[in-house]
């Protein structure tokens, strides 16, 4: 189910839940709707409200933050690979081949990832990557491309004391690289756990049960209740489409990647 479908659920439980409460204030006996049933309830309602947006608010900062750790990985990744291609240009014409897989990975990883955008120009890369687990970074086509990169590097033949100082220095890069590229594949899955996501939307609908049971008889109101319900469910939805920071509206930038690109192709 996609994070829009979650979120019109979501939309769909509240404006269900007002109206349930709407429809069983009539049905309540006197005493049942005095001023202190009714000061009690808010009482309740207003520690609900107090507590779910606590969490909500908590949610939203813990996903953005891992958003922006994404972000900041995808950065090191570019970078690992610019160093890395520099350490290969500097062995000499022997690396051209590794070097050009390294230019092919990176293009696969552009196309692959972020599948809305224009594709990098060319047809030194392969296309056609399948999805594991939601990530194409996670990709065992990309993954064997690193893995022929890495056996190029360590089949170099060191000839003097400069090129095995690279040799060191290129296998270094290059676990650097990979280090790089496992935090991003543990990052690019969700955290949200759906039973705490399942918990959390009962409180709401608890609370705007409430609002519909102590809500004025007029239109305002049931505007209001309806906006008080779609922003919450805008809410679940960003919190949704962050937790998945390769796919959906937010997603992280390609820039990185394709400046690293820009650097390999020179």
């Not at 813990?62 to 900041?72: H, L, N, Q, W």
């Not at 086509?141 to 220095?169: C, K």
Request: glycine residues 6%.
């Amino acid at each position: 189910m996609t994070e829009i479908l979650k979120a019109a659920l979501v939309l769909f439980v509240l404006l269900g839940s007002s109206v349930l409460g709407r429809v069983i204030h009539p049905l309540l006996s006197e005493r049942h709707r005095s001023r202190d049933v009714i000061d009690f309830v808010r009482l309740v309602v207003a520690m609900l409200v107090t507590f779910a947006a606590l969490v909500l608010g908590l949610l939203t900062t813990s996903v953005k933050a891992s958003f922006d750790k994404v972000g900041t990985d995808l950065n090191g990744l570019s970078i690992e690979l610019i160093r890395l291609d520099q350490c290969l240009r500097q062995w000499g014409e022997e690396t051209i081949p590794i070097r050009q897989e390294l230019r092919a990975y990176t293009a696969a990883a552009i196309a692959t990832t972020w599948t809305e955008e224009p594709r990098p120009p060319g047809d030194y890369y392969p296309t056609d990557v399948p999805v594991i687990h939601g990530s194409e970074i996670e990709s065992s086509v990309l993954a064997n491309m690193l893995t022929r990169i890495e056996f190029g590097i360590r089949g170099l033949e060191a000839r003097d004391p400069t090129h095995r100082r690279l040799e060191t220095t290129c296998i270094a890069q290059y676990e650097r690289l990979m280090q790089t590229r496992w935090r991003l594949i543990e990052e690019a899955g969700s955290s949200m756990s759906t039973p705490f996501l399942v918990v959390l939307i009962f409180w709401l609908a608890v609370v705007f049960a409430a609002f519909g049971l102590n809500a004025p008889h007029n239109l305002l109101s049931y505007i209001t209740i309806a906006l008080a319900a779609l922003s919450v469910a805008s809410a679940i939805f960003v919190i949704l489409d962050l937790d998945q920071p390769f796919g959906g509206i937010f997603t992280v930038s390609s820039e990185p990647l394709r400046h690293a690109l820009t650097h390999l192709s020179e």
